[in-house]
């Protein structure tokens, strides 16, 4: 039985900025390397309404655009890995059996907030840290930041 991944393309539906970009490179790479039929795991794209089906009949799509879905994640299905693209995206596995993948691009809230909306991000990054069982930075500098300035799990 193959393993079931769930990553998360919500960012889809900001295409103009940074995250929007990423999460499209995202499928755009699904839409071209990755068979059903070849693999060792099954698909599933959380993306807005607006583009499921956009890469292709060989994934799976949930919609992060659907109010049910966004209020009662509850609902979602079980995936054994579920991978977060960005640190700020609102979903977040319900499943304790699930494997997070974390993928933080930045901590520039630290720089640009203050007082509670700072201390709020900061806290609900560090909830989703706690909840990882892996962290992925996108450079040398971001992970510096992370480690520095988070609790990371020692193993």
Known sequence: MSKSVLIDLSALTELYCGLGQVALSYGRYFEKNY?????????????PDEMIGKFGNEVSYLSSSRKLT?????????????HSIH???????????????????????????????????HWKLQ?????????????????????????????
């Open 87 to 121: 640190q700020s995206t609102r979903f977040k596995p319900q499943h304790s059996e699930t494997k997070y993948i974390l993928t933080i691009h930045d901590l520039n809230y630290l720089y640009e907030k203050k007082g509670l909306n700072r201390l709020s991000k």
């Open 70 to 82: 966004r209020k009662f994640q509850f609902l979602l299905p079980k995936f054994d890995v579920w």
């Open 35 to 47: 068979r059903k039929a070849n693999s060792a795991y099954s698909l599933t794209l959380l993306v």
């Open 127 to 155: 909830q989703k840290i706690n909840r990882a069982d892996e962290i992925v930075c996108i450079s040398k500098f971001a992970k510096a930041e992370v480690e520095e300035h988070t609790k990371l799990k020692v193993y």
